[in-house]
């Protein structure tokens, strides 16, 4: 066996698409033809969306598809408390800070011609200790959320010369040796009152608790990856290396979303679709 480690990692927030099965069949056969490893795991930290049935769905797709996964299969939702301990060490850094805004004040307030990976780019600062706590003792939520300023403060010298390995290319091209750019995404949002962890820092966790090797996903999540490794970075974890891929569209070229019923996995399945005719027909 080799060293070669890879995952899919889906979100039961709907029934997987054409989209996830290409994914998840690159993945596997990259460990096949590796003699590497390949794993399951179900990000469902978003609890206000992620259903039973859809998990149910995911194991149902991986059978279809032929895909073999080792056991047992990591499931977020089982682990909510230990990714807090991530958050804990970002507080004790000092590079995340509690932002009571919301949604819509966020909106206005950010750059309106800027719309980044996570939405709106914002930048913002902590309140002073006096006015968080009157805010707490009103019962008014609040967001973790990064503070690029601190973070470019305290390490912005290393932080010049930090690069992820893009062995594929991103949706504009982007190969090779990749600088990571920490203002891509503004202030993210870490940890929200109702979702304790954002999934992009629950799945950098993952990646490196499993020793994942290689993250092979869709281009949809590229631009993600410049705030992944930059988190790699604050909480001293190891860097896999990234292949970004192209992503499947619909047969009108539109690109797939994950409430398009028809071409979810199980509705193919349904209609007596096989895997063979699905890759000639949508890969
Ligand atoms: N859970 C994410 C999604 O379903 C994928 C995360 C990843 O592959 O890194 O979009």
Redesign the pocket.
């Known amino acids: 066996m080799s060293d070669f480690i890879t995952?899919?990692?889906?979100?039961p927030?709907y029934y997987l698409h054409v989209g996830?099965g290409f994914?998840a069949l690159k993945a596997y056969q990259a460990a096949k033809e590796t003699e590497g490893r390949f794993l399951l795991?179900i990000?469902d930290i978003d609890q206000t969306r992620c259903r039973p049935a859809y998990e149910q769905a995911i194991y149902e797709d991986m059978d279809w598809l032929g895909i073999e996964y080792e056991q047992p299969v990591r499931r977020q939702s089982d682990r909510l408390s230990h990714y807090q301990q991530a958050l804990e060490l970002l507080r004790d850094e000092g590079v995340i800070y509690r932002c009571f805004k919301t949604r819509r004040e966020i909106a206005a307030q950010a750059s309106p011609e800027k719309l980044g990976p996570e939405g709106p780019v914002y930048f913002g600062q902590a309140l002073d200790a006096e006015q968080e706590q009157e805010l707490i003792a009103q019962g008014i939520a609040f967001a973790w959320r990064l503070s690029i300023k601190r973070v470019m403060e305290r390490y912005g010298t290393q932080l010049a010369n930090l690069y992820f390995t893009e062995q594929n290319q991103g949706p504009a091209g982007e190969k090779g040796a990749i600088k990571i750019k920490p203002h891509l995404a503004g202030d993210v949002v870490l940890a929200r009152k109702d979702i304790g962890i954002s999934?992009?820092l629950a799945?950098v966790i993952d990646?490196a608790e499993q020793n994942i090797s290689h993250?092979i996903?869709?281009q949809?999540?590229f631009y993600?990856t410049h705030i992944?490794v930059l988190m790699q970075f604050l909480l001293h974890l190891p860097r896999p290396l990234y292949h970004h891929h192209r992503l499947i569209t619909d047969l009108a070229g539109e690109k797939l979303s994950k409430s398009n019923h028809a071409l979810s996995l199980r509705s193919l399945r349904e209609k007596g679709v096989s895997v063979e005719q699905m890759k000639r027909r949508y890969f």
Do not use: K, N
């Open positions: 995952r899919f990692a889906p979100s927030t996830h994914s795991r990000e999934y992009l799945s990646d993250v996903r869709g949809d999540l993600i992944q």
